[in-house]
C-alpha cells in the first residue's frame, strides 16, 4: 500500500485572482479546474513537482457556512494562516525576478543558517517563505 499527500488547500478570496498569481508570478501551472454548481475545484501544480497540487479554494459552501467563511476570509486577508515554503535555487535571483513582476515581499532576502530565504504574500494574503541555497 502506497500513500502520500496529494493535494494540499489554500483559502484564496478570488480564485480567478489566485490563479493569475500562481500561474503568471510564480510559474506554476493548472491541474484541475472544475465546476459544480457554485464550487470550483482549482489545483495549480508546480513544474517541478508534479505529483503534488495546490488547491486554490474560497471560503463557504458547501465545506462552510456563510458566518465560518467569512471569518475564514478575515484570517486569510491578514496573513494569520501558517506559511508555505517555495524552495528555489537561488534567492536572490528569485526575489528580484518576482519582485520585477510585483509580488509584495514581507522580507528581503536575508542569509542565516547555511541558506537565503525571503518573504511574501500571495494577493490574498496567505504567506510563503522562498528558501534557497546560501551565498548566491
Known amino acids: 500500500m ?5 493535494v494540499v488547500g489554500l483559502y484564496v478570496r478570488d480564485q480567478d485572482e489566485a490563479l493569475a498569481f500562481y500561474v503568471g508570478k ?7 479546474d472544475v465546476r459544480n454548481g ?14 503534488f497540487q495546490l488547491g486554490l479554494f474560497t ?10 467563511a467569512q471569518a ?11 506559511p508555505l515554503v517555495l524552495a528555489v535555487d537561488d534567492c536572490r535571483a528569485a526575489y ?23 518573504g511574501f504574500r500571495d494577493p490574498c494574503g496567505n504567506g510563503w ?5 546560501g551565498r548566491h
Do not use: C, N, Y
Request: glycine share 12%.
Open 96 to 118: 528580484d525576478r518576482l519582485l520585477g513582476l510585483g509580488v509584495e515581499f514581507t522580507q528581503e532576502p536575508i542569509e542565516r543558517f547555511g541558506s537565503v530565504d525571503a
Open 2 to 6: 502506497s500513500q502520500g499527500i496529494d
Open 129 to 133: 517563505k522562498m528558501i534557497g541555497a
Open 72 to 82: 475564514l476570509r478575515a484570517l486569510v486577508a491578514k496573513g494569520a494562516m501558517p
Open 26 to 32: 510564480l510559474g506554476f501551472r493548472v491541474h484541475t
Open 59 to 68: 471560503p463557504g459552501p458547501p465545506m462552510q457556512d456563510e458566518a465560518t
Open 38 to 51: 457554485g464550487f470550483r475545484w482549482l489545483t495549480v501544480q508546480h513544474p517541478d513537482q508534479p505529483s
